[in-house]
């Protein structure tokens, strides 16, 4: 049986040491953007070979682009959706929010969610998000990490999984889920 496969996703919060990047295995898919500004990035991978179908950045905070919503409910693949240096008056809503809440997001995001509402964007200026997923609306939840001052960094493996002599990548989380790492 093979090994599983890391996966490991950084969400940049600001300016800093750390840009925002996924790791699978020994491949790096950095977004192809300005990691300067802000955006939500989103990487589909193909949980039965683990390469990289489809990419999209995107400024907006309520809305998915088509060539991700397509996989909605297609259990052949799995999301990494990160922000990088967003504002917390940008924060997921409408049918962006509804999206992620269909493949996974709860607690951290909600987490976030309450941060701003209640303190507001003066307390709560930036924010760093990720969530890692399959695009299954059936299998919640997905696994997240949601941080108001620091970049976020979020591990998984990939686990091989053989049934009826063909290998699937199952997402897991073994140990420490993820951390989030101080601005240097």
């Known amino acids: 049986m093979a090994a599983n496969v890391p996966a490991s996703i950084v969400s940049r919060h600001s300016i800093g040491y750390h840009f925002s990047t996924l790791a699978i295995g020994n491949n790096f898919y950095p977004p192809k953007a300005d990691l300067s500004t802000a955006f939500y990035w989103y990487t589909v991978v193909d949980l039965t070979n683990l390469n990289v179908p489809d990419v999209a950045v995107s400024t907006s905070n309520d809305t998915v682009p088509a060539n991700i919503a397509k996989y909605l409910g297609n259990d052949q693949f799995f999301l990494f959706f990160a922000s990088n240096m967003q504002r917390s008056s940008n924060i997921p809503h409408g049918a962006l929010a509804a999206f992620l809440q269909q493949v996974g997001s709860g607690n951290a995001l909600a987490r976030g969610e309450q941060m701003i509402d209640q303190l507001g964007t003066g307390c709560i200026q930036l924010f760093s998000y990720v969530l890692a997923a399959t695009f299954t609306t059936t299998d919640l ?13 979020l591990t998984m493996q990939f686990m091989p999984v053989t049934v009826d002599g063909k290998t699937i990548y199952a997402p897991i989380q073994l140990g420490t889920t993820g951390l989030s790492v101080q601005k240097q």
């Open 141 to 153: 939840p997905g696994f997240e990490l949601f941080s108001p001052d620091l970049s976020s960094v």
